[in-house]
Protein backbone atom coordinates (compact mmCIF):
# COMPACT_ATOMS: atom_id res chain seq x y z
CA UNK A 1 0.00 0.00 0.00
CA UNK A 2 2.96 2.80 0.45
CA UNK A 3 3.98 2.15 -2.94
CA UNK A 4 0.68 3.62 -4.09
CA UNK A 5 1.95 6.56 -1.89
CA UNK A 6 5.06 6.65 -3.31
CA UNK A 7 3.99 6.60 -7.06
CA UNK A 8 0.85 9.45 -6.12
CA UNK A 9 3.53 11.52 -4.56
CA UNK A 10 5.92 11.68 -7.45
CA UNK A 11 2.87 11.69 -10.13
CA UNK A 12 0.85 14.77 -8.70
CA UNK A 13 4.22 16.07 -7.83
CA UNK A 14 5.34 16.02 -11.69
CA UNK A 15 1.92 17.70 -12.48
CA UNK A 16 2.58 20.44 -10.04
CA UNK A 17 6.09 21.49 -11.69
CA UNK A 18 4.53 20.62 -15.27
CA UNK A 19 2.29 23.80 -14.07
CA UNK A 20 5.17 25.64 -12.42
CA UNK A 21 6.51 25.67 -15.71
CA UNK A 22 4.01 25.76 -18.23
CA UNK A 23 1.76 28.11 -16.70
CA UNK A 24 2.21 29.78 -13.19
CA UNK A 25 4.94 32.29 -13.98
CA UNK A 26 8.05 32.68 -12.15
CA UNK A 27 9.18 30.52 -8.64
CA UNK A 28 6.42 30.44 -7.00
CA UNK A 29 4.79 28.00 -4.31
CA UNK A 30 3.43 25.50 -6.82
CA UNK A 31 6.89 24.43 -8.41
CA UNK A 32 8.24 24.30 -4.79
CA UNK A 33 5.34 21.93 -3.67
CA UNK A 34 5.85 19.92 -6.56
CA UNK A 35 9.64 19.01 -5.71
CA UNK A 36 8.81 18.54 -2.48
CA UNK A 37 6.23 16.10 -2.85
CA UNK A 38 9.12 14.56 -5.48
CA UNK A 39 11.51 14.54 -2.46
CA UNK A 40 9.44 13.12 -0.32
CA UNK A 41 7.79 10.48 -2.52
CA UNK A 42 11.83 8.95 -3.56
CA UNK A 43 12.34 9.65 0.69
CA UNK A 44 9.81 7.41 1.63
CA UNK A 45 10.98 4.80 -0.70
CA UNK A 46 14.24 5.02 0.83
CA UNK A 47 12.56 4.84 4.57
CA UNK A 48 9.91 2.00 4.07
CA UNK A 49 11.81 -0.08 1.64
CA UNK A 50 15.75 -0.57 1.16
CA UNK A 51 18.32 1.28 -0.88
CA UNK A 52 17.82 -0.69 -3.78
CA UNK A 53 14.30 0.19 -4.22
CA UNK A 54 14.96 3.58 -3.12
CA UNK A 55 17.70 4.11 -5.82
CA UNK A 56 15.00 2.51 -8.42
CA UNK A 57 12.61 4.85 -7.58
CA UNK A 58 15.01 7.96 -7.85
CA UNK A 59 16.65 6.71 -11.13
CA UNK A 60 12.86 6.18 -12.40
CA UNK A 61 11.90 9.63 -10.82
CA UNK A 62 14.84 11.39 -12.41
CA UNK A 63 14.18 9.79 -16.16
CA UNK A 64 10.03 10.60 -15.29
CA UNK A 65 11.05 14.30 -14.97
CA UNK A 66 13.39 14.64 -17.95
CA UNK A 67 11.05 12.37 -20.35
CA UNK A 68 7.51 14.60 -19.03
CA UNK A 69 9.29 18.09 -19.45
CA UNK A 70 10.97 17.31 -22.96
CA UNK A 71 7.34 15.94 -24.71
CA UNK A 72 5.33 18.64 -22.40
CA UNK A 73 8.24 21.38 -24.35
CA UNK A 74 8.32 19.36 -27.99
CA UNK A 75 4.30 18.97 -27.73
CA UNK A 76 3.29 22.29 -28.90
CA UNK A 77 2.22 23.60 -25.60
CA UNK A 78 4.51 26.63 -25.67
CA UNK A 79 2.98 27.86 -29.11
CA UNK A 80 -0.84 27.41 -27.67
CA UNK A 81 -0.36 30.12 -24.95
CA UNK A 82 2.65 31.79 -26.04
CA UNK A 83 1.50 35.35 -27.46
CA UNK A 84 1.97 35.60 -31.24
CA UNK A 85 1.17 38.80 -32.22
CA UNK A 86 3.14 42.28 -32.26
CA UNK A 87 1.66 45.29 -30.48
CA UNK A 88 1.38 48.27 -33.40
CA UNK A 89 0.05 50.56 -31.55
CA UNK A 90 2.19 53.76 -29.69
CA UNK A 91 0.94 55.82 -26.56
CA UNK A 92 1.18 59.70 -26.60
CA UNK A 93 1.26 60.04 -30.22
CA UNK A 94 1.64 63.85 -31.06
CA UNK A 95 1.33 64.73 -34.56
CA UNK A 96 3.54 67.48 -36.52
CA UNK A 97 1.50 70.83 -36.71
CA UNK A 98 -1.22 69.44 -34.03
CA UNK A 99 1.01 70.46 -31.16
CA UNK A 100 3.66 73.00 -31.42
CA UNK A 101 5.98 75.30 -29.57
CA UNK A 102 4.06 78.46 -27.80
CA UNK A 103 0.90 76.37 -28.03
CA UNK A 104 -1.44 77.10 -24.46
CA UNK A 105 -3.10 73.99 -22.55
CA UNK A 106 -3.47 73.53 -18.36
CA UNK A 107 -2.71 70.76 -16.57
CA UNK A 108 -5.26 68.13 -15.71
CA UNK A 109 -3.37 66.12 -12.93
CA UNK A 110 0.32 67.30 -10.92
CA UNK A 111 3.18 67.04 -12.94
CA UNK A 112 5.61 65.39 -11.12
CA UNK A 113 7.88 66.24 -13.49
CA UNK A 114 5.18 63.64 -15.79
CA UNK A 115 1.32 63.80 -15.70
CA UNK A 116 -1.40 64.55 -18.40
CA UNK A 117 -2.76 68.07 -19.95
CA UNK A 118 -4.90 69.03 -21.96
CA UNK A 119 -3.55 71.40 -25.19
CA UNK A 120 -5.38 72.14 -28.08
CA UNK A 121 -8.57 69.79 -27.01
CA UNK A 122 -6.57 66.85 -26.85
CA UNK A 123 -5.31 65.30 -23.82
CA UNK A 124 -1.49 64.19 -23.90
CA UNK A 125 1.13 63.09 -20.94
CA UNK A 126 3.56 65.73 -20.83
CA UNK A 127 6.57 66.47 -18.97
CA UNK A 128 7.17 69.54 -17.39
CA UNK A 129 10.39 72.02 -17.41
CA UNK A 130 9.66 73.44 -14.07
CA UNK A 131 9.20 69.88 -12.07
CA UNK A 132 6.31 70.53 -10.13
CA UNK A 133 3.25 71.92 -11.53
CA UNK A 134 -0.17 71.53 -9.67
CA UNK A 135 -3.41 70.51 -11.92
CA UNK A 136 -5.32 73.34 -13.28
CA UNK A 137 -2.32 75.40 -14.00
CA UNK A 138 -1.86 76.95 -17.13
CA UNK A 139 0.87 75.89 -19.43
CA UNK A 140 2.88 76.92 -22.35
CA UNK A 141 4.56 74.40 -24.59
CA UNK A 142 8.07 75.28 -24.82
CA UNK A 143 9.37 72.04 -26.62
CA UNK A 144 7.89 69.17 -28.76
CA UNK A 145 10.60 66.51 -29.67
CA UNK A 146 9.05 62.88 -31.27
CA UNK A 147 6.26 62.03 -29.38
CA UNK A 148 7.60 63.98 -26.62
CA UNK A 149 6.45 67.41 -25.11
CA UNK A 150 7.79 69.45 -22.41
CA UNK A 151 6.11 72.11 -21.32
CA UNK A 152 6.45 74.96 -18.63
CA UNK A 153 3.93 76.90 -16.17
CA UNK A 154 2.41 79.91 -17.92
CA UNK A 155 3.74 83.50 -16.34
Do not use: C
Not at 30 to 59: C, E, F, K, N, Q
Not at 84 to 107: C, F, H, L
Amino acid sequence: MMWLVIISLILVGMAFLLLEILVVPGATVVGLVGVGMMIGGVYLSYHHYDATIGHITLASTMIFIIVSIGIALKSGTWKKIMLNEDIKSKVNVVEQDIVRKGDEGITISRLNPMGKALINDEYYEVTSKDYFVNENTPIVVDKVDGNKIIVKQKK
